[in-house]
């Protein structure tokens, strides 16, 4: 069993910028991938961004070029970084974890953007 933790959600102006942290209660490394799927009212989940343990990275392209997913190994975190953010990202932002085939998922933290 693996508890995520994620932390650092809340409500901006368009063109600023968040930083949601995710800690794991167990090595990352041990993970086949991590990441973020974010869910906006009516819509369905999207996964945002996603590394693998190797350190590959994707992106959905609405975000390319303004968010970046990292990772903090001593600290059993991944973390990412939100900027220039826009209205469409407001969403509930959940963490992930996949190992040994099974999905793991933080409780989520909202994402608020206003124009």
Request: with cysteine; hydrophobic share 35%.
């Amino acid at each position: 069993q693996v508890q995520l933790v994620e932390s650092g959600g809340g409500l901006v102006q368009a063109g600023e910028s968040l930083t949601l942290s995710c800690a794991a209660s167990r090595i990352i490394l041990s993970m086949r991938s991590m990441g973020w799927f974010r869910q906006a009212p009516g819509k369905q989940r999207e996964l945002v961004a996603a590394m693998s343990n190797g350190g590959s990275t994707s992106y959905i392209d609405s975000v390319k070029g303004r968010f970046t997913i990292s990772r903090d190994n001593a600290k059993n975190t991944v973390v990412l970084q939100m900027n220039s953010l826009k209205p469409e990202d407001t969403a509930v932002y959940f963490c992930y974890g996949n190992s040994g085939g099974v999905n793991y998922w933080g409780q989520g933290t909202q994402v608020t953007v206003s124009s």
